[in-house]
C-alpha cells in the first residue's frame, strides 16, 4: 500500500569537516526523528565511515536510512551517491579513496570526526574531504550506477559547485537520476526556472551540517516502504511511486 513519505536524502554528519561536532549519528538519529522524516540518507562529503554508525543508532526505530556520499569531481561539481547497501558504498569509498589527493588542515578546514552510535569517537579521517577528486563528473556517474547506485546533482540552483554553475548546463543524455534543488529556492520556482530540465525528476534536500536544519526541505515521495529500492522506483516514476510536488 502506497502512501506519502518525508524524505531528506542530503544531510551531513561530523565527518563534514563543514558540519558541527554536534551532528554524530545519535543525534542527528534523534533529530530526524523528532522532525517526524520517515527516510533520510547520509551524505558525507568524499567519505562514508559514519554511515554505519548512523544505521546502527536507528536500529528498531521508523526512521529509514539509506547509505550514500556527496562526491566532488574534478569539475568541482557535487554529487550526491545514493546506495542500497553498505557493501556497495564501500565499494565507491575505496575507489574515491584512490583518487583523492592532500591531507586535512583541521586549522583550516575543520575537525573530521568519526563517532559510533554511542557517541564515542572511533578517530579522524585525515584525508582532505574538503578537496575534489581527480574523477570526472561522467566518471563517476558510471561508477555510481556499476554499483546500483542512484547518481544526484546536488543543489543545482547554487552557485558555486552545482553541475550548472560549473559546466553552465546539463545534457539530456548527462545520467543523473534526479536533480536536487536547494531550500532557498524549493520546487516550484525551480521548475519555473529550469524548464529546460523537465524530463528530471526534481527533489528538494535541507543538505543539513548542523542539527536544527535536519528536516528543512523534506521531499514528500508517494512509496510503499522507506527503503532505497523505493525511493529508486519514485526518481525513476515507476509502478505508481513518485515524487509529490
Do not use: W
Not at 574531504?129 to 550506477?145: D, V
Amino acid at each position: 500500500m502506497l502512501r506519502e513519505y518525508y524524505c531528506d536524502l542530503h544531510i551531513h554528519t561530523c565527518l563534514s569537516p563543514c558540519a558541527d561536532l554536534d551532528m554524530h549519528p545519535a543525534a542527528l538519529v534523534r533529530q530526524a526523528t523528532e522532525k517526524r522524516l520517515d527516510v533520510i540518507a547520509i551524505c558525507d562529503h568524499n567519505a562514508s565511515e559514519n554511515v554505519r554508525y548512523v544505521m546502527r543508532a536507528a536500529e528498531g526505530g521508523p526512521l529509514g536510512i539509506i547509505p550514500g556520499m556527496e562526491i566532488t569531481t574534478s569539475e568541482e561539481v557535487h554529487i550526491l551517491a545514493l546506495v542500497p547497501g553498505l557493501d556497495d558504498l564501500v565499494g565507491i569509498q575505496q575507489f574515491v579513496y584512490d583518487h583523492l589527493p592532500g591531507q586535512n588542515d583541521e586549522r583550516l578546514f575543520g575537525c573530521q570526526a568519526v563517532v559510533n552510535e554511542k557517541g564515542e569517537v572511533e578517530g579522524i579521517n585525515e584525508r582532505l574531504l574538503i578537496g575534489a577528486t581527480q574523477l570526472s563528473m561522467n566518471e563517476l556517474i558510471g561508477t555510481i550506477h556499476e554499483f546500483g547506485g542512484l547518481a544526484v546533482a546536488s543543489h543545482i540552483d547554487r552557485e558555486s559547485f552545482s553541475v550548472v554553475s560549473q559546466l553552465g548546463f546539463i545534457d539530456d543524455d548527462s545520467g543523473f537520476d534526479a536533480l536536487e534543488i536547494s531550500r532557498a529556492m524549493g520546487m516550484k520556482r525551480a521548475r519555473e526556472r529550469y524548464p529546460e530540465l523537465s524530463q528530471y525528476t526534481f527533489i528538494t534536500s535541507s543538505d543539513a551540517h548542523c542539527l536544527i536544519d535536519i528536516g528543512t526541505a523534506p521531499t514528500v515521495m508517494k512509496l510503499a516502504a522507506g527503503t532505497f529500492e523505493e525511493v529508486k522506483m519514485a526518481m525513476q516514476r515507476r509502478e505508481g511511486r513518485c515524487v509529490i510536488g
